[in-house]
């Protein structure tokens, strides 16, 4: 494995482990720092938001992970439908929970 393999796999990892909190807590209702927030980093988003910010972590690291050749994404139609209905009972669940938390 080359040299900056290693550097692209720990970008990755930490892409993939920065998408956890902000995914849970946006699936679970709960609002969590952002980037987008105000001010960012310490203000807190909404529950969509973190589902998206999350969702869009996990992608880069995936993504990362691409770039090497013995890991394979298998971006195929069936995977894109995987992705794709985990981001819908994601945001759904996002608002559902939000919602319940508000009150």
Do not use: Q
């Not at 969590?32 to 998206?52: C, E, I, Q, R």
């Not at 691409?66 to 298998?74: A, R």
């Amino acid at each position: 494995m080359m040299w900056y393999f290693y550097i692209i796999c720990f970008f990755a990892g930490a892409f993939l482990a920065n998408g956890v909190p902000h995914f849970v807590s946006g699936v679970s209702g709960r609002k969590f720092p952002t980037p987008f927030a105000h001010p960012p980093g310490k203000g807190l988003s909404s529950p969509t938001v973190n589902v998206f910010w999350g969702f869009t972590n996990f992608v880069f690291g995936s993504l990362l992970l691409t770039v090497i050749d013995t890991f394979s994404l298998g971006l195929t139609f069936e995977s894109l439908a995987l992705i794709l209905g985990a981001l819908a009972i994601s945001l759904f669940s996002s608002r559902v929970f939000g919602k319940l938390k508000e009150k």
